[in-house]
Every structure is written in structure tokens, then in C-alpha cells.
């Protein structure tokens, strides 16, 4: 079973507040994903991590940034939310030496007013 | 440009129907093909992988098969539940590009009615 958390589930927040959304998991997974996904549309990689300071920007461009200072814990900020930015946020972690098999956390379902 | 495509988008059957979901890749070059459960507001539950090398995985009462020649993968449900209901996405991972980038459908949303 995957132990992957992501926190809050749910943020309604107003334009403009910087938020951070949480992603912490305790399989030791040394990859981290940032998903967006938009109500019935396909999921779209935002961010990724390799590992300890290492992460780069996915396909789909976004104003969010990452950063990974522990493998555990991967965090997405937002420095100033728009009502763009109202999506659902999905955090995803895969061992490096194995099948490539992706776990993923709850989401965050972020709502900007 | 690899694209993911699953037909149909929605689908309703009584309790205890076997049921298959269709999925479709445009670039046969894939690493592996992953089958995944979302419920309405949550994260995605993985559900089958299947490795580019490999023709079908099983799970309990789910079947997953690939051909990577015509580019479809179907996920077979034998005698479903309303525990099922769900939506069911497949995604492909290829080879280079961002690691670990997977391309999504857009999903199965399947309703058992019982």
C-alpha cells in the first residue's frame, strides 16, 4: 500500500496569498511528481524530482515552484494565487530502481476566489 | 506526440456484467503502460502495470493485456461490482522526455449499477 500524504485535501483561498501544498511520503521513493489535473481532463506533469535538490519542470508550464531538501517531502508554492490557479494538485512518488510504478497521494483541490 | 485516448468516456452496466475499457497510444515506443482507479475527489489508486516486454497482468478480478503493435491496451473486468464504479485511466510511459512523465487519458467514467 502506497503512504504517500498530501495536505490540505481542500483550500479555498483569495487572489493574490501564497500558499504551499504539501507532499510527503514514507517509502524512501527517491522520484517525486506535481500533477495538475482540471475537472475531466488528463492529468499534466507540472514538476519532478530525482531526488535531494534536484527537481525540473514538467510539460505543462506553471507559475508554481518546488522544492525537495529531503527526500520525504516534496512542497508546491504558489507565491501569489490566482483563480487560474484553481485546479487539482496530485503529488506522486516512484522508486528510481524498479518497475516505474507511480503511487499517488489524495490531491489537493485548490479553489482561488 | 504521443496521445492517449479512451473510448467510450462514460460507461453504465448492471451488477455481475464482465466488462472491457479501451485504451489507445499513437507512439508504440512506450517503457511501460499503467492502469489506474480515481474516485470521485481523490488521488489515483494504482491498479496494473504492465512493462513494454510484457503481453498481460492480473489482479484479482482485473485483467490487463497490451499490444504495442497496435498501439491498445484493454482493462477487463470480470463480474463487476458497484464498488467499482470509478473512473479508470490509463497512461503511458515513454521512453525519454521527462522521466517519469506519464501521458494520461482523459478516462473510463464507469458506473455499476446493482
Redesign the interface.
Known sequence: E?DIY?TPRYLVIGTGKKITLECSQTMGHD?M?WYQQDP??????IH?S?GVNST?K??LSSESTVSRIRTEHFPLTLESARPSHTSQY?C?S?ARQD?????????S?LTVL | KQEVTQIPAALSVPEGENLVLNCSFTDSAIYNLQWFRQDPGKGLTSLLLIQSSQREQTSGRLNASLDKSSGRSTLYIAASQPGDSATYLCAVRRYGGSQGNLIFGKGTKLSVKP
Open positions: 502506497a498530501q522520484k511528481y475531466g481532463m488528463e492529468l499534466h506533469l519532478y530525482y525540473e514538467g510539460d496530485l506522486a516512484s518497475t516505474g510504478e507511480l503511487f499517488f497521494g489524495e490531491g483541490r
